[in-house]
């Protein structure tokens, strides 16, 4: 089941984004968050405007993501190719698992998709794990977008 997170779901997301960044370094992507992305700040804002959502199964959370509608502003300019569509499309951010259930990211997707049929990610180049994931649930790579401190990420779209 995916709803949107709680104030009450606060200590376990960041359980699991903590779990989540381990499971990156281990997996040779331990710059993308680094030790302390996402901020709590982010998180409790996410959780305020109805952008976190959870994976929930049998009364545990087991993964959490942000779901947001609407022009991100980081995806205006993409170098080195170009989105498949300009409709409104939905962005699936800060995606993470506990590693104790497996397809939670097929269930963030369709969940996204049932939404709007439009949906855009992006991850960092040493993201194989992600990188791989988005491929096999339809994403195409569209080129690069850069985030608000200039960090360069591989952008996705799914149309």
């Known amino acids: 089941m995916i709803r949107r997170a709680r104030q009450t779901d606060f200590s376990r997301v960041c ?5 989540a ?4 370094a281990k997996t040779g992507n331990a710059t993308q968050w680094g030790d302390s992305f996402p901020p709590e700040e982010l998180l409790r804002e996410d959780i305020r405007l109805g952008r976190l959502y959870v994976v929930e199964e049998a ?5 959490a993501f942000a779901f947001l509608l609407g022009e991100d502003p980081t995806y205006q300019v993409i170098e080195g190719g170009t989105w498949k569509s300009g409709a409104p499309y939905g962005t699936l951010h800060r995606v993470a698992g506990s ?19 439009h949906l ?13 994931l ?5 994403f195409q790579r569209c ?12 952008a996705f779209e799914r149309i």
Not at 59 to 63: D, L, P
Not at 99 to 117: H, K, N, S, T
Not at 134 to 138: L, N, Q, W, Y
């Open 143 to 154: 080129g690069v977008i850069h985030l608000e401190d200039g960090a360069p990420r591989i």
């Open 21 to 24: 960044r381990a499971f990156m």
């Open 134 to 138: 988005v491929a096999k649930h339809g």
């Open 120 to 132: 855009r990610i992006d991850t960092h180049e040493n993201n194989a794990v992600m990188r791989h």
């Open 59 to 63: 009364g545990n959370v087991h993964g």
């Open 15 to 19: 359980e699991i984004y903590a779990i």
């Open 99 to 117: 590693g104790e259930v497996r397809g939670l990211f097929g269930q963030m997707v369709d969940y996204a998709w049932g939404v709007i049929p």
